[in-house]
C-alpha cells in the first residue's frame, strides 16, 4: 500500500512539473536590429532647414453632430450597452451589481442575510446621531442617497 502512494504521488508530481514545462516554453525573441552606424554630428537637425506646409487646400473633419434623444431614449441608452436596440438580461442588471458589490463583503457572488443585516445596521447607526436608537426626520434625511455628479458639459 505504501509503494502504491508513492507511486502515485510521484507520477503526480511528474504530471506537474511535465505540465508547467509544456506551458512554460517561452518564444525566442530575434535580435534587436544593429544602431546606425551614424555620428553624432550627422544626426543634429539643420535649424534653418524646416519644413514646409502649406494648408490652403487642406480641409479637416466635420464636427459631429450632436443627437436630439428624448428623456426616454437617454434613459434606454444608459441600460443598451453595446448599442444594438436590445437590452439584455445582463445590461439591465449590470447597474446593479456595484451596489450588490459593496454589500458583498466576502466576495462569493452570494448575499447573505447577515452580509445585509451588517450594512443595514451600519447605515442606521451612522444616521442616529444622538444614539437613541430612533431616527428623526432630520436624522433620517442622512440616508438618502447622494445625487450622482454630473460630469461637465464641456471641458474648455
Wanted: include cysteine; hydrophobic fraction near 35%.
Amino acid at each position: 500500500m505504501k509503494n502504491a502512494v508513492t507511486g502515485a504521488l510521484v507520477t503526480l508530481l511528474a504530471m506537474a512539473i511535465g505540465m508547467f514545462w509544456y506551458q512554460g516554453r517561452a518564444e525566442v525573441e530575434t535580435a534587436a536590429p544593429p544602431p546606425s552606424l551614424l555620428t553624432a554630428e550627422d544626426e543634429k537637425p539643420d535649424p534653418n532647414n524646416l519644413p514646409i506646409v502649406d494648408a490652403q487646400d487642406m480641409v479637416g473633419p466635420a464636427p459631429p453632430e450632436a443627437s436630439e434623444l428624448t428623456k426616454e431614449q437617454q434613459r434606454f441608452f444608459r441600460y443598451d450597452r453595446d448599442r444594438d436596440w436590445r437590452i439584455t438580461r445582463t445590461e439591465m442588471l449590470a447597474t446593479r451589481s456595484s451596489a450588490f458589490r459593496k454589500l458583498d463583503k466576502d466576495g462569493n457572488n452570494l448575499l447573505t442575510f447577515e452580509e445585509w443585516a451588517v450594512a443595514t445596521v451600519d447605515k442606521f447607526e451612522g444616521a442616529d446621531a444622538n444614539s437613541d436608537n430612533e431616527l428623526t426626520p432630520r436624522e433620517f434625511l442622512t440616508t438618502q442617497p447622494k445625487p450622482a455628479k454630473r460630469k461637465p458639459s464641456c471641458a474648455c
